[in-house]
């Protein structure tokens, strides 16, 4: 079978490319060669991460990868179907757990094997520029379970900070032998409930009381009634986190069962009431922008909505740059067909028409 060649720089130009990309090679065994990887970013080529999760990748489908070392800007992958197994991933930085779990997770859903995956990931937890293990936790995976009917569970069992990383998170996969469902969801409703979790590991307490209260001004400053707000300020136990860091999580609940997402991490320089404050206004801005998932999910879910069987549309704020990467390389290596129609509300209703994918 010849090779798809996709141009790494294209759109949003990063690793989110790479990671749908080697995903949808994987499912559907097509092999795929990527150039100018990360061409957008300075300096371009693989990271740490990059790299062990197109090896994560590679093992999990038993393929043949080429490419896949620090600063590579080309890869290649032939790859087999997916198994079952257990699975680990190491990049020995504080690169995002998260990000590795993004690139493997499809793979495991429609694994070989029947039984379920176990995977293991080490790195940052709650890396800057990538979803908070937090973030997965409340609003991607409850996202997928309510809407897809998937079976995945997630554990923190350590914390990991830059620069040391360390952290690990675990995940268990149950996999799915039938198309996942096509989902309609477009009512927004009202929010009657904002949660979070403020954070430190490695500071003293008040730390984290001042990054909550923080995010809790600002939200009833915007006219939130706080009867509806409850975040939590957590010390994290120095026997659950390597390194220090801080940051906040914040998720609003809608009587239609949507759920939002706002978060912020510490990088230095950062004030910590200014984490509180900055999460709950990215929360804010997805609250009043009126659709169903945040800014975050809308990327993230497509590939989901790629592997559905028939129509799913979600209402959604603007469409993002990764988003519009995510559907580019959906296009170009699938069957799926997506359409954008903005409403007088200012809202999108983005619909897809999925491959109906089963093993």
Not at 48 to 66: D, M, N, P, S, T
Not at 137 to 155: K, S, W
Not at 163 to 172: F, I, M, S
Not at 181 to 196: K, N, Y
Request: net charge neutral; proline share 5%.
């Amino acid at each position: 079978m010849s090779s798809t060649l996709i141009d790494g720089s294209v759109l949003e130009g990063g690793g989110q490319l790479v990671r749908n990309a080697f995903a949808l090679s994987a499912l559907l065994q097509k092999p795929i060669t990527i150039e100018k990887i990360r061409g957008k970013r300075k300096p371009p080529g693989l990271r740490a991460q990059h790299a062990a999760g197109l090896k994560l990748v590679a093992e999990i489908c038993a393929g043949e990868l080429r490419g896949a070392e620090l600063k590579s800007t080309s890869v290649h992958l032939t790859p087999g179907a997916p198994r079952a197994g257990a699975y680990a991933a190491d990049p020995h930085t504080a690169g995002s757990t998260t990000l590795l779990l993004q690139i493997a997770y499809p793979c495991l859903l429609f694994a070989r094997g029947g039984a379920p995956s176990e995977l293991r990931v080490r790195g940052g937890t709650n890396a800057a520029h990538a979803p908070q293990a937090d973030y997965a936790e409340h609003v991607l995976l409850p996202f997928l379970r309510a809407h897809f009917r998937v079976d995945t569970h997630l554990a923190v069992r350590r914390r990991g900070y830059y620069p040391k990383g360390g952290g690990e998170l675990c995940v268990r996969v149950q996999p799915v032998r039938e198309s996942l469902p096509a989902i309609d969801v477009t009512a927004r409703g009202a929010v009657v409930a904002i949660s979070g979790k403020a954070y430190v590991a490695g500071y003293p307490a008040e730390k984290a009381e001042l990054i909550r209260a923080a995010a809790q001004e600002k939200l009833v400053a915007a006219g939130v009634d706080p009867a509806i707000i409850d975040i939590a300020a957590v010390l994290e136990k120095p026997e659950d986190a390597i390194g220090k860091g801080c940051g906040i999580v914040l998720w609003a609940d809608t009587d239609t069962g949507c759920r939002l997402g706002g978060s912020s991490t510490w990088e230095r320089g950062t004030n910590l009431a200014g984490l509180g404050t900055s999460a709950a206004a990215e929360l804010l801005r997805n609250m009043e922008h009126g659709g169903c998932v945040d800014e975050y999910l809308q990327d993230q879910i497509i590939i989901f909505m790629v592997l559905a069987k028939g129509k799913s549309t979600v209402r959604t704020g603007p469409i993002t740059l990764h988003t519009k990467t995510a559907m580019f390389i959906a296009e170009k290596l699938t069957d799926a067909t997506f359409s954008v129609q903005e409403e007088a509300d200012g809202t999108c209703l983005l619909s897809c028409e999925g491959i109906g994918y089963s093993v």
